[in-house]
């Protein structure tokens, strides 16, 4: 959902208007996803992925004509790479939307959880990152908690029937947030030279493109009422985008990011009162180990980038020998 993080680019940092917007953006995200579910169980995830993505296009081409930015914002020298991260984007989310319509939404939230973790990993495999013990043992715990949390419905795959529907459903949340990851990883490469906004929108285009490569598999007739929930949920989505966006012009990621995980409790929420579910045992433990790991690795990213810059501020005369 989260598809660029940028730097806060405000003269005059506030960082209670970026935490209060980061929250905001997440209830925005947990919307769309409630709207998703609503929408019913039997739509095609490419069906989902397409009104998601067409509909997100709105208020972030809003929000980028509020800020003066709209005129040059498709301007790209790189749109393979732009079309190789939507492309890989795309699939972690109709992975993700399919998960959404057959698990509790509290679970698809925990496992969601899996995607920074992976980040670290494809960060060390992929961008040649330096991981040291200390994030690894993170992602090491982080994982522990999604296999709590993943077990038990694995073991469906043996009961046959929806049981295995149900198991399958969280393989696909898995592999999606997996492919994620791989997405994150994408959006760095890109961000070397390319603006956030031009990301954002590139991938909102190719994503509702994409996804219409799927009608022949599945789309099914909609009712009125299933059209406006995907269609409140792709505003939402998109909406949810950009104070996200905003949230980094105010305060530090190291700031900010840790608040991600209160979706967990906004989540348990509207899911207990919307559609009646309630956590299991192995979902909140899972998620004790998942949100702790997570929350570990980035106030670890935010010592080691406190480190690196008070290296660079060492002069050649103050340099030890």
């Not at 509790?104 to 959880?113: C, D, N, S, W």
């Not at 295995?164 to 961000?191: S, T």
């Not at 603006?195 to 009608?215: D, Q, R």
């Not at 990621?253 to 348990?268: K, R």
Request: glycine letters at 10%; charged letters at 10%.
């Amino acid at each position: 959902m989260n598809e660029v993080s940028p730097m806060p680019t405000d003269p005059n940092p506030s960082p209670l208007r970026g935490i209060t917007l980061k929250l905001i953006s997440i209830v925005a995200f947990l919307c769309m996803q409630t709207f998703i579910k609503l929408a019913g169980s039997g739509i095609a995830p490419g069906q989902v992925t397409f009104f998601r993505s067409l509909f997100g296009i709105v208020p972030i081409i809003i929000y980028l004509g509020w800020r003066h930015e709209l005129k040059g914002a498709y301007r790209t020298k790189r749109p393979f790479g732009h079309f190789l991260r939507s492309l890989i984007g795309i699939t972690s989310m109709g992975m993700g939307f399919y998960g959404l319509m057959h698990l509790p939404l509290p679970e698809v939230i925990a496992l969601g959880y899996t995607t920074p973790l992976l980040s670290v990993v494809f960060a060390a495999l992929i961008l040649g990152e330096v991981v040291r013990v200390y994030r690894w043992s993170a992602v090491g715990v982080g994982l522990f908690g999604v296999m709590i949390i993943s077990w038990p419905k694995l073991t469906l795959f043996r009961q046959g029937g929806m049981g295995a529907e149900e198991a399958f459903a969280v393989v696909m949340v898995l592999v999606g947030a997996a492919l994620g990851a791989m997405a994150m990883i994408q959006v760095r490469r890109l961000l070397v030279t390319e603006k956030g906004p031009t990301i954002v929108l590139y991938f909102s285009t190719f994503a509702a493109v994409l996804s219409l490569l799927s009608w022949p598999f599945g789309w099914q007739p909609l009712s009125a009422q299933a059209i406006f929930w995907l269609v409140a949920a792709g505003l939402f989505g998109g909406a949810g985008q950009i104070l996200m966006t905003e949230s980094y012009r105010f305060a530090d990621a190291s700031t900010i990011a840790p608040f991600d995980y209160s979706s967990i409790i906004f989540g348990i929420v509207i899911a207990f009162f919307i559609f009646g579910e309630i956590p299991t045992l192995n979902t909140l433990t899972g998620s004790v180990f998942v949100v702790g790991a997570g929350i570990f690795i980035i106030f670890r990213e935010h010592r080691l980038g406190l480190e690196r810059r008070k290296l660079r501020r060492v002069t050649p005369s103050q340099t030890p020998n």
